[in-house]
């Protein structure tokens, strides 16, 4: 078993940040989990397990982009 960080469980049909997880679409070319999911705001969008843990690890809102707009404004 490699050494590291341990993995998230991510589940489909739970919020993630601004995420709600809508279902599983399989690998990228590199091996990670691809999700499709639906921001708070509407917009859907594709993020990878890897980008979703990480960011709930450092304690940052997991969105489809929209966050950085509204704290821009």
Same mark, same amino acid.
């Given at each position: 078993? &490699?050494?590291?960080?341990? &993995?998230? +469980?991510?589940?489909? !049909? /739970?919020?993630? $940040?601004?995420?709600?997880? *809508?279902?599983? *679409? !399989?690998? #990228? +070319?590199? $091996?990670?989990?691809?999700? &499709? @999911?639906?921001?708070? @705001? $509407?917009?859907?969008?594709?993020?990878?397990? #890897?980008?979703? #843990? %990480?960011? *709930? &690890?450092?304690? @940052?809102? +997991? #969105?489809? !982009?929209?966050?950085? %707009? /509204?704290?821009?404004?």
């Amino acid at each position: 078993m &490699k050494a590291g960080r341990p &993995k998230l +469980n991510i589940e489909v !049909g /739970k919020m993630y $940040g601004d995420l709600l997880i *809508l279902e599983e *679409l !399989g690998r #990228s +070319n590199h $091996g990670d989990v691809l999700y &499709k @999911c639906r921001c708070v @705001c $509407g917009v859907e969008c594709v993020r990878r397990a #890897s980008h979703i #843990s %990480f960011n *709930l &690890k450092r304690n @940052c809102i +997991n #969105s489809c !982009g929209c966050r950085k %707009f /509204k704290i821009n404004v």
